[in-house]
């Protein structure tokens, strides 16, 4: 069984910047295509950002764009979203997701929390000063 373990939020200034972490285990990590959601109070989740299984794709949401990245080290299981400028609306729940392996609709559904089969328990990331 998939487990995602997520860490690295906490408060941060306006204009900050943050580094998530998400540990894999369970499986083969190369196969898996990553991603990581969020979830601000009263909202739904909503995509940030994804990577195929090779790290040669990756995607963002327009809000994030040019301030986020997100990349992955298979040496160690590991993917990461390192987050620069952030602002207020940042302010959420952060999710690492995984599919479940080598799923070729990624392509297409890569901002769909329904196409991800394991998730972790998510780490807060708070934005003010």
């Known amino acids: 069984q998939v487990q995602l373990v997520e860490s690295g939020g906490g408060l941060v200034q306006p204009g900050g910047s943050l580094r998530l972490s998400c540990k894999f285990s369970?499986?083969?990590?190369?196969?898996?295509?990553m991603a990581w959601f969020r979830q601000a109070p009263g909202k739904e989740r909503e995509f940030v950002a994804a990577?195929?299984?090779?790290?040669?794709?990756?995607y963002f949401s327009d809000p994030v764009k040019g301030r986020f990245t997100i990349s992955r080290d298979n040496g160690v299981n590991m993917v990461y979203l390192e987050m620069d400028n952030l602002t207020s609306e940042d302010t959420a729940v952060f999710f690492c997701?995984?599919?479940?392996?080598?799923?070729?609709?990624?392509?297409?559904?890569?901002?769909?929390?329904?196409?991800?089969?394991?998730w972790g328990q998510g780490t807060q990331v708070t934005v003010s000063s």
């Open positions: 990577m195929n299984w090779s790290g040669t794709r990756t």
């Open positions: 997701a995984s599919d479940s392996g080598f799923a070729v609709n990624f392509y297409s559904d890569y901002n769909l929390s329904t196409f991800y089969t394991f």
């Open positions: 369970g499986r083969k990590f190369e196969d898996a295509n």
